[in-house]
């Protein structure tokens, strides 16, 4: 979903790569269902029906989210919740860090953000690198030691 002329469209991913599924926690997949079943009911409540492109986040009248809303909502929420201002954009780089921080190879890591290289996700992740070369040599030793 982006601005195109004026007025919101969907348009094709940029890349064919970027056409992908990405699996999901089950508790993001819980989240998510019981958001569409509060959204289903909204939607009977007003007597309308779920936008047609099955968008998992709408307006309270059912229509694809305005960009600049969902930053304005994104940044009033970490206000709310005392945490530092980041774009919604940074949330990629978190979830990379995490993934990477949790032993995730990088090589799923790059796949799951769509990274055409390897070397796009190391370049971009180095900084988790340190702690996980520590934990690398901390179970050589569990082996040999």
Same mark, same amino acid.
């Given at each position: ?11 094709? !991913?940029?890349?064919? &790569? ?9 508790? @993001?997949?819980?989240? =998510? #269902?019981?958001? *569409? ?26 229509? !694809?989210?305005?960009? &600049? ?9 970490? @206000?709310?919740?005392? =945490? #530092?201002?980041? *774009? ?58």
């Amino acid at each position: 979903m982006q601005r195109a002329g004026g007025a919101l469209a969907v348009v094709p !991913p940029k890349t064919e &790569r970027s056409r992908r599924s990405i699996p999901l926690p089950a508790v @993001a997949v819980t989240a =998510l #269902r019981e958001h *569409r079943a509060r959204m289903t009911e909204e939607a009977r409540a007003r007597g309308s029906q779920l936008h047609p492109e099955g968008f998992v986040f709408t307006s309270t009248t059912g229509t !694809p989210l305005e960009p &600049r809303n969902v930053n304005r909502s994104f940044t009033a929420l970490l @206000a709310r919740a005392d =945490l #530092r201002p980041v *774009r919604l954009h940074d949330l990629r780089h978190t979830c990379a860090s995490l993934l990477l921080a949790q032993g995730v190879p990088a090589r799923v890591v790059m796949e799951t953000l769509g990274h055409s290289a390897i070397a796009v996700t190391m370049n971009t992740y180095s900084h988790v690198l340190p702690s996980l070369q520590r934990e690398a040599a901390d179970r050589m030793n569990d082996l040999i030691g």
